[in-house]
């Protein structure tokens, strides 16, 4: 099996900052398009390479905190946010405790604080660094350009709605900055580009950073969390998924290198659900067919989204075939048994059993018999793998066991990171 442990951070970052973003056709985009406008401006500062770098992490993932795809749209596109300072403290929370993201968190935090004329350089006791200010405007400039108008038609406008609000919601260096680098055609028609990941690609000089097994799997986690509260239903679907597929595992022996890639798969596993619009995936009645299509595309884009960064193929394949069946009637790739490797299959396997074993709108949790019915019922039409299957069913208690621990212990840490700071929000009923 070959691995390839070299992941290069920032094309994570930029595909799951896409992800996060690719919920509806108007806010497509809006974080890796505010991370340029915050680069270009950082770059005419004479910002450091490092910071830079932390500048670019947080605009490119800075309404992590806005979850749910209602949420994201309202937000992005409409400004809509309620309490503005909600979504960022959430966006701080979520990132801060990995080590990569500590100092971008702190920029995230403020991404919404005016500068009042100096005032926005504290809040609530707290130093707010310069840096947030240039992330407030680059977010502002990029939610102002309407995507139905040509982007040269209207740059000039914005800019002047711009200098309206130097000093008052922008730090006036950093509107100083923007006016030097807004002249040219060619950072507006950057901005507006469809080729935005590549653009930034080629803007900015990416320091080798790498990423091992180990430190992939804390950002998975931190993934986990936004999936699972995108609808009421699977608040610990994830960490299930992740939970018991190391399990199966394990006991067919695989390495511990591989049990941790297997680990972050599951985590990662439905990560294309975040294009999936919410009220979809909370309804509680039967599909439409075209709300179903919807539905089954998540998988589609789970590879799309990890194949891109490059480097992952263990976790993309065995992410994103979750869905996929023996012989061959799965979706969205209709792969056959010769296709699917055993990592493929545990994973497969896992779904069903975090699945079958959460409450769901359609059913309660199942008993170990009616569970084990069900997934032996698949293996034997030949669309989950018998071998995994016997696996589970030889060891259940103890999977079950183990997967049930570890989702209370995720959803204590979900619990503390949103219940306070979402309290209205459905995927917080833990
Ligand atoms: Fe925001
Ligand atoms: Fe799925
Ligand atoms: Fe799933």
Redesign the pocket.
Known sequence: MIINEQVPLHRLIMSLSQALDYVHPDVVDHQQRTAYIAASIARQLGIDKYEMLDLFFAAAL??IG?IGSENRIK?IREGN?GD?ML??ETGYRLLKDFFLFTRASEFVRF??LPWKNGKGAECKGLDVPFISHILVLS?SIERMIKRDIYILDQSESIVEQIDLLRGEKFHPDCVDAFHEICEVESFWLDCASNRIYSVILKQIDWPTLSLDEKSIEPISRIFANIIDTTSRWTATHSAGVASAAVELAERLHFSEREKFLMRSAGYFHDIGKLTVPTYILDKPDKLTEKELHILKSHTYYTFSFLDTIGGLPQITEWAAFHHERLDGNGYPFHHKAKDLTLGSRIMAVADVFAALTEDRPYHKEMNREKTLEIINKLAGSSGLDYDVVKVLESDYNTIYDIVKQNRQEYSVRQEILLKHLLPEHPGVNL
């Open positions: 800075h309404d806005l937000g946010f503005p979504h960022c991404h919404h977010d």
